[in-house]
């Protein structure tokens, strides 16, 4: 920040060579994505190794405002086996074309055209709570999607002609999914909390610090339909650059300060909380610890 409170830049890291340089600006667009890395309740996720929620404790740090940060969605089918592609997206359109979710008896459980939040509750009661999902071999659990449906209904080929990503997917693994059904279990996919913005993509109470895509908070509410993420990454990434070029013609910064970690820092030695992580995260640690 600057001495007149206005967000005025961001101390940047290169990570080949572990030096810290400032990069002075005039107005900061954070677009970080979301937390899915960060796993919450043990769940895999769909996100990049990036999605650690740095984006949200910058802006917080800085004093922005945080929305919704209870409301993450879970895609109902992320991969559950093999332990290779754990907790990729099996696209919606699997289902769509054909394709219906079973139980380890063989019983459909839900209603095929359930929205994402009530499938994927449907699917996490079914193999804890009752007990019916398939074993695999990590010591999870998932559900069959039954995808050899899908030829029976449209014909032969139509896997192939529909959903080739997700065949080659499979096939890389010797899992033919025009034969066998696969394994499926709820994924990390988005994060609906996160910074409050108002309608020109601008933090409410930060000066010159606006947000775009996954990091913003509130632009679906507290629950996401399906196919509506491109709502905030196209349309409202087009309204922070349109914004945050205008802004930048109006600036005038002040003199360049980290006060506001000192004060932050100072909040949680008054609080007694000790923080052990290291913010950026960057990247997730995923080494295994050995005894």
Known sequence: KDDKGQIA???????????????????????TGGAGRLH??????????????????????????????????????GVAYPAQLFGA???????SVGAQLVNREGEAFMHPLETRDVSAASIIRECTARGNGVPTPGGGYG???DTPM???????????????AMLRMYMNYGIDMRKVPILIYPTLHYQNGGLEIGADCATINIPNLLVAGEAVGGIHGRNRLMGNSLLDVIVFGRNAGVHAA????????????????????????????????VSPMLLPDYTRKVK
């Open 246 to 277: 205008a802004k930048a013609k109006t600036v005038t910064v002040g003199k360049l300060t980290l006060d506001h970690v000192d004060r932050f820092q100072k909040e949680l030695d008054e609080a007694g909380i000790t923080a052990t992580a």
């Open 89 to 95: 997206l099996v696209t919606e359109k699997v289902r």
């Open 40 to 77: 919450y309740q043990g769940f895999p996720t769909s996100n990049h190794y990036g999605a650690t929620a740095d984006g949200l404790v910058l802006g917080y740090r800085a004093g922005a405002n945080l929305l919704y940060q209870d409301t993450i969605q879970y895609h109902p089918t």
């Open 150 to 164: 899908i030829e029976m209904i449209h014909g032969e080929g139509t896997i192939e002609k529909r959903i080739p």
């Open 9 to 31: 830049g961001a101390v940047l890291q290169n990570m080949e060579t572990d030096e810290y340089l400032i990069a002075r600006a005039k107005v900061v667009i954070i677009a």
């Open 143 to 145: 559900v069959w999607l």
